[in-house]
């Protein structure tokens, strides 16, 4: 399995502009408004921390009818913004599902995705199911941005990824599940499933679960 590593977090909100209002007043640089999820009911802005990574703010878009099932990412079950999951940059994603199936990891069928930047910017890309949860989220989704410019490339820099931790009751287990999808991250013992990104800027570092 060759290897992957992440493209981006997701920090899932019942209200995105007062999550990116609190992410302002705590790293000192305000995410960008990166567009809408048309169908999905959900609109996200970006922040950089680093080459090709950053982080998805998502919540409710008011824009778009009220859903009659549940938005993804648990966000109408929500009551404070909260680290829900992560994805990890991939290609050839009808492989990597399969060879993951194999391994007994169930990523989801692979779906085209696209939104409109708010600079007019189309972006493509295809990903495994977001719908699907492994391990309470802490499984990553993967996506391929194809021939798309990466989000990262005009999200606002001045925050750093320091560490990403996934917390585990069975950690040896969550342990077998990265090294089969090809993923680097440190595992840690917990009585909680939690993902926990500590963030770093001008202003000191930021934990967020």
């Not at 060879?99 to 995705?113: F, K, N, Q, S, T």
Request: some cysteine; aromatic content about 6%; glycine content about 8%.
């Amino acid at each position: 399995m060759p290897r992957h590593r992440l493209d981006h977090l997701v920090y899932a909100t019942p209200d995105l502009d007062a999550a990116v209002n609190a992410l302002e007043a705590q790293l000192g640089v305000r995410a960008i408004a990166g567009g809408q999820h048309p169908g999905l009911g959900t609109r996200n802005a970006l922040l950089g921390l680093g080459p090709r990574m950053y982080l998805e703010i998502v919540g409710p878009d008011p824009e778009q009818p009220a859903h009659a099932t549940p938005r993804w990412f648990r966000i109408d079950s929500l009551r404070k913004p909260t680290l829900v999951t992560w994805c990890a940059a991939g290609h050839d994603l009808a492989q990597l599902r399969a060879d993951a199936e194999v391994a007994g990891i169930p990523l989801g069928e692979v779906r085209d995705g696209g939104r409109v930047r708010p600079d007019g910017v189309r972006l493509a890309w295809q990903v495994t199911s977001p719908l699907i949860e492994v391990e309470h989220g802490l499984v990553p989704f993967f996506i391929d941005w194809l021939d798309s410019p990466h989000p990262a490339d005009r999200a606002p820099a001045g925050v750093r990824l320091v560490e990403l931790v996934a917390q585990h009751p069975a950690p040896e287990l969550l342990t077998a599940k990265y090294e089969a999808l090809g993923l680097d991250v440190e595992v840690r013992s917990a009585a909680e499933y939690e993902l926990v990104a500590v963030l770093e800027s001008s202003r000191g570092r930021v934990e967020l679960r």
